[in-house]
């Protein structure tokens, strides 16, 4: 299994491998992957009383919309998707943005066991869970400033129309529409650097794609060349035969 770490230039953490095949960005891991999410149709999100985030309190998971990407906390961490039905990416825990891990427990669809014994109305004890590591890094990371607290990004809601098998699966396909029907600026390195990273892999496939049509543009168009000068030799032949035969039946 190959794995690739690249680090965004504007963070001096180094970034841990965790679960991937190839690791591109900030902490997060691609290919996309299937974590059991599988909605009939578009989420029906709501704001989060007080927070810039989302979440959909009908839906039977931890299911959370924020800085242009939904997100989902599952047994083993964190996964985010451009699009509401996945393929969904792992987020390492130091890049979860700090406004998701601030949303309250209650808002929390289906809590995972260790949130057990939390309050309700305050956000999870991130810190007691990822550890002494964590909280070293992300000193005061549930006390901010709520008068300066960002608005909300505007939800994509062009997804509505995609459901069942109108459902885009492949990342290039979703990238390519959602270029044209979201124009949502991020805020969050991790969200910016998830876009970039986006926007290069379409890029990369669809240079593959047209470069894979013009080799073999070449390759049938030789092919067609070879296949009609073999048949105007087969015909030059074809009709000096017939002329040999027609000369031997006047003698």
């Known amino acids: ?10 963070l001096l953490i180094p970034i841990s491998v965790a679960r991937a095949e190839v690791n591109v960005g900030i ?5 996309g992957i299937s974590i059991g999410i599988n909605l009939p149709a578009y989420p029906r999100l709501v704001p989060v009383p007080g927070y810039p985030v989302y979440y959909d309190p009908q839906v039977h998971s931890n299911y959370f919309f924020y800085d242009g990407l939904y997100w989902v906390l599952a047994t083993d961490g964190w996964y985010v998707s451009s699009w ?4 969904w990416d792992f987020v390492e825990s130091q890049y979860v943005p700090l406004y998701l891990l ?5 808002y929390y669809r289906r809590p995972p066991s260790y949130f057990r014994g939390w309050r309700a109305d305050a956000p999870p004890r991130w810190g007691d869970y990822w550890g002494h590591d964590w909280r070293e890094r992300h000193k005061g990371w549930d006390k901010w400033n709520r ?3 960002p608005r909300p990004a505007p939800l994509p809601r062009y997804q509505r129309r995609f459901t069942g098998d ?8 979703q990238h390519k529409i959602q270029s044209k029907r979201y124009r949502y600026e991020p805020r969050e390195p991790v969200v910016k650097k998830y876009y970039k990273d986006q926007r290069s892999q379409a890029e990369r496939h669809d240079k ?8 073999n543009k070449e390759r049938y168009k ?5 296949e009609r000068s073999n048949k105007q030799q087969n015909d030059k032949k074809q009709r000096s035969k017939q002329g040999d035969s027609w000369n031997d039946r006047r003698r």
Do not use: D, F
């Open 147 to 149: 008068r300066a607290t």
């Open 208 to 215: 593959e794609r047209k470069s894979e049509y013009r080799s």
């Open 1 to 10: 299994m190959r794995k690739l770490l690249i680090v965004l230039s504007i």
């Open 222 to 226: 030789k092919e067609y060349k070879k």
């Open 27 to 31: 902490g997060i891991s691609v290919p």
């Open 166 to 173: 109108s459902y885009p699966r492949v990342p290039e396909v």
């Open 84 to 87: 509401y039905n996945g393929p």
């Open 102 to 106: 601030r949303v309250p427990v209650r």
